[in-house]
């Protein structure tokens, strides 16, 4: 039939028994982790009409999140800048991200499930600036 390992990941279980749901094949690079984020999103693209959305992570990758949203304007394919962690808080550092919707799916309580891949890192922001900023003369 196969290892042991190749058993559990195809059934669930080491004895083979029934998956608890039908497989499919798994689509996402790396594991999600369950947990909130604060996140500030805004399109990337000038083109789009503009909108702040702050959210809270349901679950995160290496590559990607998952929120919920009741902002209509996210669309599949969309690029975004988001900011994570995010804070108002000068003294903190949060990074910066360009990613793009790749999941849109309206939900039973009225709110978007958004998902987004992360394409690259755009740098920190925020933080206080430990060089000097000029030099006196």
């Known amino acids: ?8 990941m195809k059934t669930g279980s080491k004895n083979g028994g029934l998956p608890a749901r039908p497989t499919q094949a798994e689509r996402r690079g790396s594991r999600r982790c369950k947990i909130t984020q604060l996140m500030h999103i805004r399109p990337s693209d000038p083109e789009k009409e503009p909108f702040d959305d702050i959210r809270g992570s ?3 990758s290496r590559s990607g999140v998952f929120f919920q949203s009741s902002e209509e304007k996210y669309e599949i394919g969309m690029r975004l800048f988001v900011t994570m ?3 108002q808080d000068p003294s903190a550092m949060s990074h910066e991200y360009l990613a793009e919707v790749v999941r849109r799916d309206p939900l039973p309580n ?7 891949k992360i394409l690259m890192e755009m740098g920190l922001q925020g933080g206080y600036s430990f060089g000097r900023a000029h030099q006196r003369k």
């Open 1 to 8: 039939m196969g290892s042991p390992v190749e058993t559990i």
């Open 58 to 60: 349901l679950s995160v």
């Open 85 to 87: 962690p995010y804070t």
């Open 110 to 116: 009225g709110l978007f499930g958004i998902g987004f």
